[in-house]
């Protein structure tokens, strides 16, 4: 057995990626046993805090996907525990959380990203919908892409090719979060880069080219086998590669993460990355993106997940 003592591995929650998160606890559980680490796994709920503070683990594994699981809330109450965890801190979080602020971050440290505009819900009604929605059609231009600004797993996202479709798609979008990011949608190679940081500095691992069955990467094209065609590593060239792994890598320094993320970039006609967002805490389920980059890199998921759990325990609560 590892001499890390007992972890914990945090799945669940309450957020409508709540089974995805519980697939990701499962795998990373398992992976941890097999590499020796003694794991017990909890949902959040009231006994939580009191079990942690009866019997404090060594470090904790974050798989929590959506709402307290990566919007910092979770973590924040780590610290308050002084218990360590792998992954971005409770501020880090919160601004990586929220993909108009992360836009801006990025785009700011000399990141494509493609132009947006942020409409809450309630804007979008007290000054007119139809008003609103074609200023953004003629600013932005069609394609669009709608998501929530919050939230992950392509819930309540969708693509809009035509101005008739646009209201449905707000329509969609408010069902899962209270303001629309709307982006001219860049229509090209799908691409996702996982970064992991082991002390000397984030890495990028190769990326993963995701080929969706019907042309849209949604929930269902995630998370059910044989619905996307994935390739690890990539079918891109060397210099697009290495492109693609340095937006990731500067996406994760500029928002300030901590050992591990995913940023899912769209790579259009001419060869260029465009940043669309980036994951604090990435799926760990059997269709994952993040465990098909670790393998693509010859490197084993359990023997990382516990060189990341050994890290986080080494620090401490900082």
Same mark, same amino acid.
């Given at each position: 057995?590892?001499?890390?003592?007992?972890?914990?591995?945090?799945?669940?929650?309450?957020?409508?990626?709540?089974?995805?998160?519980?697939?990701?606890?499962?795998?990373?559980?398992?992976?941890?046993?097999?590499?020796?680490?003694?794991?017990?796994?909890?949902?959040?709920?009231?006994?939580?805090?009191?079990?942690?503070?009866?019997?404090?683990?060594?470090?904790?594994?974050?798989?929590?996907?959506?709402?307290?699981?990566?919007?910092?809330?979770?973590?924040?109450?780590?610290?308050?525990?002084?218990?360590?965890?792998?992954?971005?801190?409770?501020?880090?979080?919160?601004?990586?959380?929220?993909?108009?602020?992360?836009?801006?971050?990025?785009?700011?440290?000399?990141?494509?990203?493609?132009?947006?505009?942020?409409?809450?819900?309630?804007?979008?009604?007290?000054?007119?919908?139809?008003?609103?929605?074609?200023?953004?059609?003629?600013?932005?231009?069609?394609?669009?892409?709608?998501?929530?600004?919050?939230?992950?797993?392509?819930?309540?996202?969708?693509?809009?090719?035509? +101005?008739?479709?646009?209201?449905?798609?707000?329509?969609?979008?408010?069902?899962?979060?209270?303001?629309?990011?709307?982006?001219?949608?860049?229509?090209?190679?799908?691409? +996702?880069?996982?970064?992991?940081?082991?002390?000397?500095?984030?890495?990028?691992?190769?990326?993963?080219?995701?080929?969706?069955?019907?042309?849209?990467?949604?929930?269902?094209?995630?998370?059910?086998?044989?619905?996307?065609?994935?390739?690890?590593? +990539?079918?891109?060239?060397?210099?697009?590669?290495?492109?693609?792994?340095?937006?990731?890598?500067?996406?994760?320094?500029?928002?300030?993460?901590?050992?591990?993320?995913?940023?899912?970039?769209?790579?259009?006609?001419?060869?260029?990355?465009?940043?669309?967002?980036?994951?604090?805490?990435?799926?760990?389920?059997?269709?994952?993106?993040?465990?098909?980059?670790?393998?693509?890199?010859?490197?084993?998921?359990?023997?990382?997940?516990?060189?990341?759990?050994?890290?986080?325990?080494?620090?401490?609560?900082?």
């Amino acid at each position: 057995m590892s001499d890390l003592g007992h972890v914990l591995v945090l799945a669940g929650g309450l957020s409508y990626e709540r089974e995805v998160s519980l697939r990701s606890g499962r795998r990373v559980s398992e992976v941890l046993r097999a590499a020796g680490v003694s794991v017990e796994t909890r949902d959040i709920d009231a006994s939580l805090v009191p079990r942690v503070l009866a019997d404090p683990p060594s470090a904790v594994f974050v798989t929590l996907h959506g709402g307290a699981g990566e919007d910092g809330a979770i973590r924040s109450v780590l610290e308050l525990l002084s218990v360590p965890y792998v992954g971005a801190r409770s501020e880090a979080c919160r601004v990586a959380f929220d993909k108009p602020t992360a836009k801006t971050v990025v785009r700011s440290a000399g990141v494509r990203t493609p132009r947006s505009v942020t409409l809450p819900k309630e804007t979008f009604h007290d000054l007119g919908a139809s008003a609103v929605l074609a200023r953004i059609v003629e600013r932005l231009g069609l394609p669009l892409f709608v998501k929530p600004s919050r939230g992950g797993s392509a819930l309540g996202s969708s693509v809009v090719r035509t +101005a008739e479709d646009l209201p449905s798609a707000m329509v969609g979008c408010f069902a899962y979060g209270d303001t629309a990011l709307i982006e001219r949608c860049v229509e090209g190679v799908e691409v +996702a880069v996982s970064v992991v940081d082991l002390g000397e500095g984030p890495v990028a691992l190769p990326p993963v080219e995701i080929v969706p069955d019907d042309g849209v990467y949604d929930y269902a094209a995630r998370y059910t086998a044989g619905r996307t065609e994935f390739f690890a590593p +990539a079918r891109l060239s060397p210099e697009l590669a290495t492109a693609c792994a340095e937006m990731a890598v500067t996406a994760h320094t500029a928002l300030g993460l901590r050992d591990i993320s995913r940023t899912d970039l769209i790579v259009d006609g001419d060869g260029l990355p465009h940043f669309l967002e980036v994951n604090v805490a990435p799926g760990m389920t059997e269709t994952s993106l993040f465990p098909m980059a670790v393998e693509a890199a010859d490197d084993d998921l359990g023997s990382l997940c516990r060189s990341l759990l050994e890290q986080a325990a080494a620090r401490g609560a900082a």
